[in-house]
């Protein structure tokens, strides 16, 4: 099945300072590329995604890249905020189509 | 807009018992999800459905079994609960496979004693 592996597993910045978390897939199927944040004791949410035949999408402080080549793909937090602080997770697809979740990056903001 | 509704929050098991965990969406999405999440650990994909009538095995099937017997409804059932089966349990469901967001419940929390 799809190996995915996130890094780093924990992430400490200052705020306003800037996160990238990155995350390595082996499928060469997948096409499709969220990262969910999840805050303590909630369920997940979608903050961002891209598809394969996007190289970049960026929304207000946060962007997701993608190297398909290279098989993996990153989230970028800019000026983070204490309410950043949260797990996040990338979820690639595999070939079937369903979303395979790494095992997370817990991100702390200190002011 | 209730979106994914999954009951119980809360349940305490012993070995060997058995019980349901509830799923249901007002959305009329065909694609169902049931997800388990180890303490500090991502999810792992358990059964998921393409539509009434249509479930398959995920990451993770052993222990559970699923049914889906109309769009709105995806039930988690859980036979000869073991302590291995302590998780937190989401429910999720989506308008289309692999392509876009998935809705997840708020969480059950079992723990088998």
């Known amino acids: 099945g799809e190996n995915v592996e996130q890094h780093p597993s924990t992430l400490s910045v200052q705020e306003g300072d800037s996160a990238v978390i990155k995350c390595t897939y082996s499928d060469s199927a997948s096409n499709y590329f969220p990262w969910y944040k999840q805050e303590l004791g909630k369920r997940p949410q979608l903050i961002i995604d891209i598809r394969s035949n996007v190289g970049e999408k960026k929304d207000q402080r946060i962007a997701v890249t993608l190297n398909k080549t290279a098989k993996h793909f990153s989230l970028h937090i800019t000026e983070t905020q204490p309410e950043d602080s949260a797990v996040y997770f990338c979820a690639p697809t595999d070939s079937w189509g369903k979303l395979q979740f790494g095992a997370g990056t817990q991100v702390v903001v200190t002011p | 807009n209730a979106g994914v509704t999954q009951t119980p929050k809360f349940r305490i098991l012993k070995i060997g018992q058995s019980m349901t965990l509830q799923c249901a969406q007002d959305?009329?999405?065909?694609?169902m999800y049931w997800y388990r999440q180890d303490p500090g650990m991502g999810l792992k994909l358990i059964y998921y459905?393409?539509?009434?009538?249509?479930?398959d095995k995920g990451e993770v099937p052993n222990g559970y079994n699923v049914s889906r017997s109309t769009t709105e409804d995806f039930p988690l059932r859980l036979e000869l609960a073991a302590p291995s089966q302590t998780s937190v349990y989401f429910c999720?469901?989506?308008?289309?496979?692999?392509?876009?967001?998935?809705?997840f419940g708020e969480g059950s929390r079992l723990t088998v004693l």
């Open positions: 459905s393409v539509g009434a009538g249509i479930t």
């Open positions: 999720a469901s989506s308008p289309l496979l692999g392509a876009g967001e998935l809705f």
């Open positions: 959305m009329n999405h065909n694609y």
